[in-house]
């Protein structure tokens, strides 16, 4: 087919963009969201990358499709769309579709205030605050979350060998706090810790091939995120992070994978505990609210299950073409 279009919905979680494909998308096949995923990455990416590399979309670019639930308990299942692919799961992705969707007349969920949501790395219980007619927080309980390694090792193109964990908040972690060779993220440009991240993400799922596969779905695998750490810019809030992902991207908005998984090494570390709450700032200063709401386990380790708050707001809307026979850079490109 040469010329599809799309309605979009676009808008913004604490910075970072939400473009919610609302009209276009084809039905894919599959008993759940993961086995939708993998149809959607086989037969339809070209919608993906159409959709979020330039020339209609940018580096930053992040989005997603909503489909009926597969489990009629539940209120409606979520694709991320994203620069980086389609991510099992995204925090800033969760609360942007959410405020988009209920300010849109998009979704009713059987209980007002309360979404139950089925993501590919599974089911994600969503709160949400709507006084009139915009919604003013978004708090998503994640899927559990834990520690999955520590103090390892890598060389660093310029800065030398660092010293990081690797966590799970949904998608999988590099963590990498101040150190020796590394004197954090508020000394570096978000142009350099991508181009140091590139890299780095390359070097440590070569050197720990297989090392991180979800113990409870293995089409969850490999770090995929670098989240840097540093000085904070408000001294009332716990921690400033900068998260790498995709080819080119720095998180605007604090990350709430990358949240749930920087709660999950602090609880591991005995750091923070069980109701004690993070508030965690992006690279440029706007802030999620994380909880670790229980500590429990996941195949004998220990993890937690976190909760992460936030607001959207929605801005604009898009109907979009692509039209192969016409376009020569339908599908996108990234430079
Ligand atoms: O909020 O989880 C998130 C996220 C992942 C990548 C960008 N944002």
């Given at each position: 087919?040469?010329?599809?279009?799309?309605?979009?919905?676009?808008?913004?979680?604490?910075?970072?963009?939400?473009?919610?494909?609302v009209e276009g998308c084809p039905e894919l096949l599959g008993e759940n969201m993961s086995q939708k995923r993998?149809?959607?990455?086989?037969?339809?990416?070209?919608?993906?990358?159409?959709?979020?590399f330039e020339p209609r979309g940018h580096d930053m670019m992040s989005g997603s499709i909503l489909f009926p639930p597969h489990n009629t308990d539940n209120d409606i299942a979520i694709l991320f769309i994203e620069t980086s692919g389609c991510l099992p799961m995204c925090g800033h992705g969760t609360i942007g579709t959410i405020t988009i969707a209920i300010e849109n007349g998009l979704l009713f969920p059987k209980n007002k205030g309360f979404v139950k949501l089925e993501t590919p790395a599974g089911l994600v219980e969503v709160e949400y605050y709507q006084p009139k007619n915009k919604v003013e927080w978004v708090k998503l309980t994640n899927v559990k979350s834990y520690l999955a390694a520590s103090e390892l090792t890598i060389n660093c193109p310029e800065l030398g060998e660092l010293v990081f964990d690797v966590s799970y908040g949904g998608n999988y972690y590099a963590?990498?706090?101040?150190?020796?060779?590394?004197s954090g993220m508020h000394n570096f440009s978000?142009?350099?810790?991508?181009?140091?991240?590139?890299?780095?993400?390359?070097?440590?799922?070569?050197?720990?091939?297989?090392?991180?596969?979800?113990?409870?779905?293995?089409?969850?695998?490999?770090?995929?995120h670098i989240l840097w750490t540093g000085n904070t810019l408000d001294e009332k809030s716990s921690g400033r992070n900068a998260v790498f992902y995709g080819n080119k991207a720095i998180?605007?908005?604090?990350?709430?994978?990358?949240?749930s998984?920087?709660?999950?090494?602090?609880?591991?570390?005995?750091?923070?505990?069980?109701?004690?709450?993070?508030?965690?700032?992006?690279?440029?200063?706007s802030t999620f609210i994380g909880r670790v709401e229980t500590i429990t386990e996941i195949?004998?380790?220990?993890?937690?299950?976190?909760?992460?708050?936030?607001?959207?707001k929605v801005f604009g809307r898009n109907t979009i073409a692509i039209d192969s026979e016409d376009d020569p850079y339908a599908y996108g490109f990234q430079v």
């Open positions: 087919m040469a010329l599809s279009t799309f309605e979009c919905i676009d808008g913004h979680t604490c910075g970072n963009p939400v473009r919610l494909v993998n149809h959607f990455l086989k037969e339809y990416d070209w919608i993906r990358t159409g959709l979020m963590i990498i706090d101040p150190q020796k060779n590394f978000a142009t350099k810790l991508v181009q140091l991240s590139k890299e780095i993400r390359k070097r440590i799922n070569e050197k720990y091939p297989d090392q991180f596969i979800h113990p409870e779905n293995d089409s969850i695998k490999d770090v995929s998180d605007r908005s604090p990350c709430g994978t990358g949240t998984a920087r709660m999950a090494q602090l609880s591991a570390r005995g750091k923070l505990k069980e109701g004690e709450d993070y508030v965690h700032e992006s690279f440029i200063g195949k004998g380790k220990p993890a937690i299950i976190p909760s992460v708050k936030g607001w959207a």
